[in-house]
């Protein structure tokens, strides 16, 4: 789990394969959307050129490109969005909606030795792009936000982000703007479209939980400030989540760290076997001069996506620069990653374990609203990559791209007007209707015209059908049942 925790890696065998690796690469990835990861920043200047390096973003390129791909994973804020959230046949009532964030854009965990750290500017200022209409009005909000509830040392970060050099890891004002955003499409859909709240909500109408990361509870509130503008701050109450994968009291699980460890061998075996990566590591070495192994342990790539997400140049040194080609060997290695990844099974089985805690707290909420409860209608959980992966792989949404900076997960959960003790849900990523990739609700719409699929087939899987792979009949089994 890599770069930016971008975990990305492939299912094609280097011996055997190749001829028809030739052939059939590019048609596979039209026909499927691979999960994307770590992209970063295009080179192909002169090596001492300190131009800006963005292409304009036109359609989506017939096959897999690096550059493409690694915008996709800015997700860049001036770039229109189509969104499907909230589309139902008009005899149908929203009665819920939960919401899985990854944090929005981001400066670099890891700085690559010897280098200058990208010049990025991580106060808020409305007057630079990108920006918000409603930007200023949320920082002054954020300054009143005292009254606010925070469990454990959530009281204790800041609201925004505010530094004129980022600290390592800190939301920028990108990550601000894209969450934002992200608030408004999802007010105008829920709140003025489908009246999910009205002007008199109260805190238990709202679930929102986020992880102890400043990123994170940056991200959370610049959401919900343009879904419920200037909200009340006493109305808030905002949950602490230790884990990244959201486990709570269930975290205890033997067999999800062995899977997870299997698919950690598993990468390390294939990264050994890629002779062209080993050399570009060594290149990159010879440039800031630092050991390989050094480098490596860097995780260059997170830098460089940063580079490149603010359209600044790679890294130079005396030696030369860091330039696209170390980063097309990079690209490659991970789509191919990915593409084993998914071949092996190792992280689906990890993803089922670990993501199950977190899906059978939302099946639970998801069963007492059915039943007629009013609170929690509402839910934001504020994540990371890591955390949203595993839920779009336990989930079989296999053709999904890796989370990119503020990628969005929602369930729907919709009441039926005309026979109203049957509710139905939609799952929807970054905007598009996944419910139907789900591996619980593939065949049921074979058999129906229905463009949902039924509660009681999320439910069965959450509390059945997850544990059957493992030959286990609940979690806390399969979590102890060693493989035969």
């Known amino acids: ?102 944090h929005g854009d981001r400066y670099p965990l890891y700085a690559i030795p010897k280098t200058k750290r990208p010049d990025i500017d991580c106060t808020l200022q409305p007057s630079r792009k990108p920006s918000h209409p409603q930007l200023e009005a949320f920082i002054k909000h954020m300054s009143k936000g005292s009254a606010a509830q925070m469990d454990g040392t959530l009281s204790s970060l800041p609201r925004y982000p505010s530094h004129s050099f980022c600290e390592m890891g800190e939301l920028t004002q990108t990550g601000i703007v894209q969450h934002l955003r992200n608030g408004q499409l999802l007010r105008e859909i829920y709140i003025n479209k489908h009246k999910l709240l009205l002007s008199d909500w109260t805190a238990k109408q709202l679930y929102l939980e986020t992880t102890g990361k400043s990123r994170t509870l940056q991200s959370a509130l610049a959401l919900l400030y343009s879904f419920l503008p200037d909200f009340d701050w006493k109305k808030i109450y905002m949950r602490h989540q230790w884990s990244t994968i959201f486990c709570s009291g269930s975290c205890d699980c033997p067999m999800r760290n062995h899977y997870l460890e299997e698919e950690q061998r598993r990468q390390y075996s294939l990264r050994v076997k890629n002779n062209d990566l080993e050399k570009i590591y060594v290149d990159m070495a010879k440039i800031v001069g630092i050991p390989t192994r050094q480098l490596r342990a860097s995780n260059p790539i997170d830098s460089l996506l940063c580079y490149f997400c603010h359209n600044v140049s790679f890294p130079c040194t005396k030696t030369g620069c860091i330039g696209m080609e170390h980063f097309k060997v990079i690209k490659r290695h991970q789509l191919e990653d990915e593409r084993e990844r998914q071949e092996k099974k190792l992280y689906f089985l990890y993803a089922l374990l670990a993501t199950h805690p977190l899906l059978n707290q939302t099946v639970n909420r998801l069963q007492r609203i059915a039943e007629g409860k009013k609170e929690e209608v509402f839910v934001l959980y504020s994540a990371h990559d890591v955390t949203l992966s595993p839920v779009l792989s336990a989930l079989g949404i296999t053709e999904a791209r890796f989370p990119r900076f503020a990628a969005r997960l929602v369930f729907e959960l919709w009441q039926d007007g005309k026979r109203p003790k049957e509710h139905f849900i939609r799952i929807l990523y970054n905007g598009a209707d996944v419910t139907f990739q789900t591996s619980f609700c593939k065949d049921y719409y074979k058999r129906s015209s229905k463009p949902m699929c039924p509660l009681e087939k999320f439910v069965s899987f959450v509390k059945r059908d997850m544990f059957l792979v493992f030959n286990s009949t609940s979690y806390y089994d399969a979590c102890r049942r060693r493989p035969l």
């Open 1 to 102: 789990m890599a770069a930016c925790g971008a975990a990305s890696q492939t299912a094609w065998s280097y011996k055997g394969k190749q001829k028809w690796r030739m052939i059939l690469f590019p048609i596979f990835l039209i026909l499927v959307h691979l999960i994307p990861v770590n992209p970063i920043k295009e080179d192909g200047l002169n090596p001492k050129s300190r131009k800006r390096i963005m292409p304009d973003l036109l359609t989506e390129p017939p096959a897999i490109d690096p550059v493409y791909e690694a915008r996709v994973y800015c997700n860049i804020p001036t770039i229109a969005e189509r969104s499907m959230e909230g589309h139902a046949p008009h005899y149908f009532k929203l009665v819920s909606v939960q919401v899985l964030i990854r």
